[in-house]
C-alpha cells in the first residue's frame, strides 16, 4: 500500500533562518506530487506541484522553493523565513492520470517568530 | 473566475443529530468534485467523489449530493458522532489538460459534535 511520509511534523524558526521540510512517497512510482500550505481559517493554497524529478512548477511567488531530487521525495526550502510563512504545510501525492485525489501528509505546523 | 464557496463556516451540533454542509461552485468546465474531511492538526482524507452523471453516493453515514445543473453538492452527516468533529472541505476538479493547476478548494465547514 502507498504510504506518504512528512517531516518535522512541527518547527518553529526565527525570521531570517533557513527552512527544509521533507516528504516522502512509498509504494508507488512516478506520482504527482504537491506543496499546500493552509493558513488559519484560510483554504489550501497550492504552492509547488511536480510531475516528475527536476521538474517543479511554481503557482504563487514566494521566498520559498521546492525540489524534487529523487522519484519520490519532495522538499520545500527557504533560505530566510518571513513572519507571513507560518501556517500549515501539506504533502500530496497524486496518481498519475487519474480521477485527482489527493493523498495527503499529516501536515508539518511551521510558527515563525 | 473558478470558485468553490461553502457554508455555512462552522457549525455546532449535539451527538446523533443529522447536519448537512453545501457547497456551490462556478468551475468550469466541470469533472468531479470531492469532499475530504480534516481532522485538526492532520491532512485531509477523501470521503467521497461525485462525477457529473452521480446524483447521489453514500459513504457509511455521510451521503453526498451533486446537482450539476445549479452546481451545488450538499454532504449531509446522520446520527453524528464526536468523531465527526473536523472540518469539511470541498474540492472541485475542472479539466485543464493537466493534473497539476486544476483543483479548485472551498475553505472547508469547521463541524464541532458536543456530546
Known amino acids: 500500500s502507498q504510504t506518504i511520509h512528512q517531516w518535522p511534523a512541527t518547527l518553529v524558526q526565527p525570521v531570517g533562518s533557513p527552512l527544509s521540510l521533507e516528504c516522502t512517497v512509498e509504494g508507488t512510482s512516478n506520482p504527482n506530487l504537491y506543496w499546500y500550505r493552509q493558513a488559519a481559517g484560510r483554504g489550501l493554497q497550492l504552492l509547488f506541484y511536480?510531475?516528475?524529478?527536476?521538474?517543479i512548477s511554481s503557482e504563487v511567488p514566494q521566498n520559498l522553493s521546492a525540489s524534487r531530487p529523487q522519484d519520490r521525495q519532495f522538499i520545500l526550502s527557504s533560505k530566510k523565513l518571513l513572519l507571513s510563512d507560518s501556517g500549515f504545510y501539506l504533502c500530496a501525492w497524486q496518481k498519475s492520470a487519474n480521477t485527482g485525489e489527493l493523498f495527503f501528509g499529516e501536515g508539518s505546523r511551521l510558527t515563525v517568530l | 473566475k473558478n470558485q468553490v464557496e461553502q457554508s455555512p463556516q462552522s457549525l455546532i451540533i449535539l451527538e446523533g443529530k443529522n447536519c448537512t454542509l453545501q457547497c456551490n461552485y462556478t468551475v468550469s468546465p466541470f469533472s468531479n468534485l470531492r469532499w475530504y474531511k480534516q481532522d485538526t492538526g492532520r491532512g485531509p482524507v477523501s470521503l467521497t467523489i461525485m462525477t457529473f452523471s452521480e446524483n447521489t453516493k453514500s459513504n457509511g453515514r455521510y451521503t453526498a449530493t451533486l446537482d450539476a445543473d445549479t452546481k451545488q453538492s450538499s454532504l449531509h452527516i446522520t446520527a453524528s458522532q464526536l468523531s465527526d468533529s473536523a472540518s469539511y472541505i470541498c474540492v472541485v476538479r475542472f479539466y485543464y489538460g493537466g493534473s497539476q493547476g486544476n483543483l479548485i478548494f472551498g475553505k472547508g465547514t469547521k463541524l464541532s459534535v458536543k456530546p
Open positions: 511536480s510531475v516528475g524529478i527536476g521538474q
